[in-house]
């Protein structure tokens, strides 16, 4: 079962723009991560952020979690048309032997040139 | 370029058919997962090996059989599948680490059709 629920579903903007993408979920986390999937190729890691942070940034790319909403979100700021693309929460608990991600239904973000 | 290398790209195959999917890491990750991603929804998780065993099996149906050969090589063997395990099969592999799931490195799939 999904545990994020993202939102929006989808986004259109201009180049330079800013896009912010929000992700809740439902259950106790390690850390919460977000990755970015270009059409018809696999997932890359964008930012991982632990369940003792509140913020982080990268580049771009600014994320916040909020541990008593159980939400985080995801800023790019002036984008471009390459970040078009879905991007997917994922919330991670456990350890790497035993615990697994969950993924948000994610968010389609169309920049346009 | 991924660091994840999976093969077939694409597959067609009957539903009498066996057929294997293939992954391959050289990053030194000892956890490996198989993914089912259908159009516009997220990667649903299906196995994951660490350490060379399965730790997590999400109730895949036994037509879908995981096998780790060794550390850089993950197989998902295909037999007697339906039209609805039609979907993208995403490989991905990570480091270990007692504090958290940690980042993963995925291919870029194989598209698998199921007629």
């Known amino acids: 079962s999904q545990q994020g629920e993202e939102d929006p579903q989808a986004l259109s903007i201009q180049e330079g723009e800013n896009a912010t993408m929000n992700c809740s979920y439902k259950?106790?986390?390690?850390?919460l991560q977000w990755y970015r999937q270009n059409s018809g190729r696999g997932l890359v890691h964008l930012i991982l952020i632990r369940s003792n942070e509140r913020e982080k940034h990268s580049g771009r790319l600014r994320v916040t979690l909020d541990t008593s909403k159980k939400s985080s979100s995801l800023l790019i700021t002036a984008s471009r048309a390459a970040d078009t693309a879905s991007y997917f929460c994922a919330t991670g608990n456990g350890s790497s032997n035993t615990g697994k991600l969950i993924f948000g239904q994610g968010t389609t973000l169309q920049v346009k040139p | 370029d991924t660091e994840v290398t999976q093969t077939p790209k694409h597959l067609v195959m009957g539903m009498t058919n066996k057929k294997s999917l293939k992954c391959e890491q050289h990053m030194g990750h000892r956890a490996m997962y198989w993914y089912k991603q259908k159009a516009k929804k997220p990667p649903e998780l299906m196995f994951v090996y660490s350490y060379e065993k399965l730790s997590i099996n999400e109730s895949v149906p036994s037509r879908f059989s995981p096998e780790c050969p060794n550390s850089s090589l993950l197989n998902l063997h295909l037999h007697a599948l339906q039209p609805e395990d039609s979907a993208l099969y995403l490989c991905?592999?990570?480091?270990?680490?007692?504090?958290?799931?940690?980042?993963?490195?995925f291919g870029d799939g194989t598209r698998l059709s199921i007629l």
């Open positions: 991905a592999s990570s480091q270990t680490s007692l504090r958290g799931v940690q980042p993963q490195h």
């Open positions: 259950t106790s986390i390690n850390n």
